[in-house]
C-alpha cells in the first residue's frame, strides 16, 4: 500500500521524515525524485525522529553520512556518484544492512540491491514552489 502526502514547506516535509523514523526499526529507506525534490530535508526529519541532534547533508562525495547518537544509528547514502555493485562494497554498503536505519538519496542507481522489504519515499513537485508529494510504500504512517 502507498500512502500519499502533501507538504507545503520543507518543515512539513521535516515532520513527515520524524513520524515515519519515529518507531523505526533496523531498515532501509530507499529514496526517488529529483534533485531539489527533498530527500535531504526528509532525511533530516527521519533523524530528529531517533532523537539525533547533529547536523545532516547530503553526503555526495563522501557517499555515506553517519549520524550517531540517536535511538539508532542512521546511515545517510547518496547513490548519484555509485555506479556497480564494487562501489557498493567499497562504500560499506553492505556492512550497514540491519545495523541501523539506511537513508538512501538515488536509490534509482542501485534498484537492483535494494532488499525487497525496503521502504520506498518518492518525492516529486506539487503545483507551488513550496509544496511535495511524498508517496510512502512499504511502511504506514500513523
Ligand atoms: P534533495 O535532497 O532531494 O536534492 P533537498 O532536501 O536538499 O533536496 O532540498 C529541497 C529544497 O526544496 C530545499 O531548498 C527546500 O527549502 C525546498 N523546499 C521547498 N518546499 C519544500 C517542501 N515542501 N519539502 C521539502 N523541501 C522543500
Ligand atoms: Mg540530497
Redesign the pocket.
Known amino acids: 500500500m502507498t500512502q500519499r502526502y502533501i507538504?507545503?514547506?520543507?518543515?512539513?516535509?521535516?515532520q513527515l521524515g520524524s513520524r515515519l523514523a519515529t518507531s523505526l526499526s533496523n531498515s532501509v529507506v530507499a529514496?526517488f525524485?529529483?534533485?531539489?525534490?527533498?530527500?535531504?530535508?526528509?532525511?533530516?526529519g527521519m533523524c530528529q525522529g531517533i532523537g539525533y541532534s547533529g547536523e545532516t547533508s547530503?553526503p555526495t562525495f563522501a557517499i555515506v553520512h553517519e549520524y550517531m547518537g540517536g535511538r539508532l544509528p542512521l546511515y545517510h547514502f547518496d547513490m548519484y556518484r555509485v555506479e556497480s555493485v564494487d562501489d557498493l562494497y567499497s562504500c560499506g554498503f553492505y556492512d550497514y544492512l540491519d545495523n541501523g536505519i539506511l537513508a538512501i538519496?538515488w536509490s534509482e542507481n542501485i534498484i537492483d540491491a535494494l532488499p525487497d522489504n525496503a521502504i520506498r519515499v518518492h518525492?516529486s513537485y506539487?503545483e507551488s514552489?513550496?509544496?511535495?508529494i511524498?508517496e510512502i510504500t512499504g511502511r504506514n504512517i500513523t
Open positions: 507538504t507545503n514547506s520543507p518543515d512539513e516535509t521535516i529514496f525524485g529529483d534533485l531539489g525534490a527533498g530527500k535531504t530535508t526528509f532525511v533530516t547530503s538519496e518525492i506539487g514552489d513550496n509544496q511535495r511524498v
